[in-house]
T-cell receptor, first 115, second 114 residues
Framework: DTAVSQTPKYLVTQMGNDKSIKCEQN?????MYWYKQDSKKFLKIMFS???????INETVPNRFSPKSPDKAHLNLHINSLELGDSAVYFC??????????????FGSGTQLSVL | AQKVTQAQTEISVVEKEDVTLDCVYE???????LFWYKQPPSGELVFLIR??????QNEISGRYSWNFQKSTSSFNFTITASQVVDSAVYFC???????????FGAGTRLFVKA
């Protein structure tokens, strides 16, 4: 069983379109995240949710709207896609137990290409 | 503010050489975690190690070892007798103990040639 699964793996779309990426974790973790990795491999946090509540929004444009229907899911909807949105988006989860302590479990990533 | 600096953008070594990846961090938090993650060419992000700020003991796991020095705010990673399969981008990361954000360094791309 995949611990953190995100779909789709690849997303190719035209500028101006709206798209969604889904993420699910079966680890029972309370915290989920979206990270963006650009072409230079910089990994930057976008959002973090704890128990379905938005905790961190790292000055991400309003076109990006995360939604967490329950603790196990964190989806990312992007409106009016722009060329600069092309990147790999990673979903992750973590738990704050001493044993796990903020260790991130990542999904396999979604390669978004905006044409 | 938190910051992680990996000054080495790319390192190229020949198989069996030892290589050290540097990581320097900045934080005002008194308790925090430090991490190393590996991203092989296939693209997934793989956890390697977590170190609590209270624990400055060095750690060895097979060919991998980590040197945590609070006095110099460094958490360096050494691969002994490197192998081609070690070729990847390696990220150092920092998270405050009570926070909900892990920040990453820019990564060091390691090429190991046969």
């Amino acid at each position: 069983d995949t611990a953190v699964s995100q779909t789709p793996k690849y997303l190719v779309t035209q500028m101006g379109n709206d798209k969604s990426i889904k993420c699910e974790q079966n680890l029972g973790h309370d915290t989920m995240y979206w990270y963006k990795q650009d072409s230079k491999k910089f990994l930057k946090i976008m959002f973090s949710y704890n128990n379905k509540e938005l905790i961190i929004n790292e000055t991400v444009p309003n076109r990006f709207s995360p939604k967490s229907p329950d603790k196990a899911h964190l989806n990312l909807h992007i409106n009016s896609l722009e060329l600069g949105d092309s990147a790999v988006y990673f979903c992750a989860s973590s738990q704050d137990y001493e044993r796990e302590g903020k260790k991130l479990f990542f999904g396999s990533g979604t390669q978004l290409s905006v044409l | 503010a938190q910051k992680v600096t990996q000054a080495q953008t790319e390192i190229s070594v020949v198989e069996k050489e030892d290589v050290t990846l540097d990581c320097v961090y900045e934080t005002r938090d008194t308790t925090y975690y430090l991490f190393w993650y590996k991203q092989p060419p296939s693209g997934e992000l793989v956890f390697l190690i977590r170190r609590n700020s209270f624990d400055e003991q060095n750690e060895i796991s097979g060919r991998y070892s980590w040197n945590f020095q609070k006095s110099t705010s460094s958490f360096n990673f050494t691969i002994t007798a490197s192998q081609v399969v070690d070729s990847a981008v390696y990220f150092c990361a920092l998270s405050a103990t009570g926070g909900f954000k892990t920040i990453f360094g820019a990564g060091t791309r390691l090429f190991v040639k046969a």
